[in-house]
T-cell receptor
């Protein structure tokens, strides 16, 4: 176990709705990254938070947004859900260090989102 | 563009044999590479990593080889066990900037008794 936890485990929403996913990082980690993993594919980087600020973003539209809290936990929010948003959403936390450092990312179990 | 290419094969091996999983990457500026194992219904699990200033790194039953000349990465698993059955991903991080990982599509390893 990595110590990274995510909630909920599974979620079913309908198109157009909004969703919030949560992640608690491993103790001592101050960087959280979010990834989207479609079925049969590798994870795709959404964005990363370091010290409560977004410090990097992948090719995802603005309706994907996030937050990081003082305890380093994080939320991923998705507005106006589309069918293609159905995926496993993974968060990963990293060991302390500068945002440009090379550090290992440890993943949580993911949240399975189904959009109907 | 950036890509880490795993042409999603299924590698079938007999229990006790050695397994070799291959990965090609396209960004010559990448300086850090990681192998993850993902079992069904779980998040990716860190296996081993290697920096671009190294050619080889060994862990417990696993070895990662990096060939920067041809931008190729491989994961060798010795004495493969049924518990090794999973999808394996390689990921790369570009030099500098924030810690964004680029994953390939994965290779499924099936271990038969």
């Amino acid at each position: 176990e990595t110590g990274v936890t995510q909630s909920p485990t599974h979620l079913i929403k309908t198109r157009g709705q909004q969703v919030t996913l949560r992640c608690s990082s491993q103790s001592g980690h101050n960087t959280v990254s979010w990834y989207q993993q479609a079925l049969g594919q590798g994870p795709q980087f959404i964005f990363q938070y370091y010290r409560e600020e977004e410090n990097g973003r992948g090719n995802f539209p603005p309706r994907f947004s996030g937050l990081q809290f003082p305890n380093y936990s994080s939320e991923l929010n998705v507005n106006a859900l589309e069918l293609d948003d159905s995926a496993l959403y993974l968060c990963a936390s990293s060991t302390p260090g500068a945002s440009t450092s090379t550090d290992t990312q440890y993943f949580g179990p993911g949240t399975r989102l189904t959009v109907l | 563009g950036e890509s880490v290419g795993l042409h999603l094969p299924t590698l079938s091996v007999q229990e006790g044999d050695n397994s070799i999983i291959n990965c090609a990457y396209s960004n010559s500026a990448s300086d850090y590479f990681i192998w993850y194992k993902q079992e069904s219904g779980k998040g990716p699990q860190f296996i081993i990593d290697i920096r671009s200033n190294m050619d080889k790194r060994q862990g417990q039953r696993v070895t990662v080889l990096l060939n920067k000349t041809v931008k190729h990465l491989s994961l060798q698993i010795a004495a493969t066990q049924p518990g090794d059955s999973a999808v394996y991903f390689c990921a790369e991080k570009a030099q500098g900037g924030y810690n964004k990982l680029i994953f390939g599509a994965g290779t499924r390893l099936a271990v038969h008794p």
